[in-house]
């Protein structure tokens, strides 16, 4: 079963405007973490914003900010003022941790592809 | 930058043959991770390995193989390579003990002809 669900292959959003990329996940762990990567087309993996599952507010840093719904279990991603800099590929990823052990490995959605309009 | 460091950037070579390619995580990161990313399967966990001992094993093939050192960077050893091997390979670091950092390397592009 798909445990990270990108639903939106492709978006377009107007400069200056704010954006929201969509990711629900799937999990039986009490602990776990939410990540947005952005792969721009030369290729590197940029971490953008973690989200713990224990963490009472929503993660912000800078322009990005986590919409996190532990009760639906969905993990979006909102820009702000979009740039033409931001147009790239976006993942959403999990990391479970389980109660022994340690933390388990990043789990990616399709992705989706972000292209800002001047 | 990310802290981590993968080499080569690009590697071309010819069906057959093996290749190796080369992490060194950020400062003071035990956990090293190795994923592949091609147009069709998207990222894809490979293998994961924890201050030297191997964690976590993921869709890797036999004809793959890697390793942690002592000073901790990693190989991902790749033989027998196909055509559909080519992809963009990624390292990624995180400190181990703590579950809210994941940096990736700049990843190493394979094609193979």
């Known amino acids: 079963a798909q445990k990270i669900t990108q639903t939106q292959p492709g978006m377009f959003v107007q400069e200056k405007e704010a954006v929201t990329l969509d990711c629900t996940y799937d999990?039986?762990?009490?602990?776990?973490?939410l990540f947005w990567y952005k792969q721009p087309s030369s290729g590197e993996m940029i971490f953008l914003i973690y989200?713990?599952?224990?963490?009472?507010q929503n993660a912000t840093e800078g322009r990005y900010s986590l919409n996190f719904q532990k009760a639906r279990k969905s993990a979006n991603l909102v820009i702000s003022a979009s740039q033409l800099g931001d147009s790239a590929m976006y993942f959403c990823?999990?990391?479970?941790?389980?109660?022994?052990?340690?933390?388990?490995?990043?789990?990616f959605g399709s992705g989706t592809q972000l292209t800002v309009l001047p | 930058d990310s802290g981590v460091t993968q080499t080569p950037k690009h590697l071309i070579t010819a069906t057959g043959q093996r290749v190796t390619l080369r992490c060194s995580p950020r400062?003071?990161?035990?956990?090293v991770y190795w994923y592949q990313q091609s147009l069709d399967q998207g990222l894809q966990f490979l293998i994961q390995?924890?201050?030297?001992?191997?964690?976590a094993k993921g869709n890797i093939l036999e004809r793959f193989s890697a390793q942690q050192f002592p000073d901790l960077h990693s190989e991902l050893n790749l033989s027998s390579l196909e055509l559909g091997d080519s992809a963009l390979y990624f390292c990624?670091?995180?400190?181990?003990?703590?579950?809210?950092?994941?940096?990736f390397g700049q990843g190493t592009r394979l094609t193979v002809v």
């Open positions: 990624a670091s995180s400190p181990g003990r703590t579950n809210t950092e994941a940096f």
């Open positions: 999990t039986s762990d009490p602990s776990y973490g």
């Open positions: 989200q713990g599952s224990y963490d009472q």
């Open positions: 990823a999990m990391r479970e941790v389980p109660s022994s052990g340690s933390a388990r490995q990043l789990t």
């Open positions: 400062s003071g990161d035990l956990s």
């Open positions: 390995y924890y201050n030297g001992e191997e964690r």
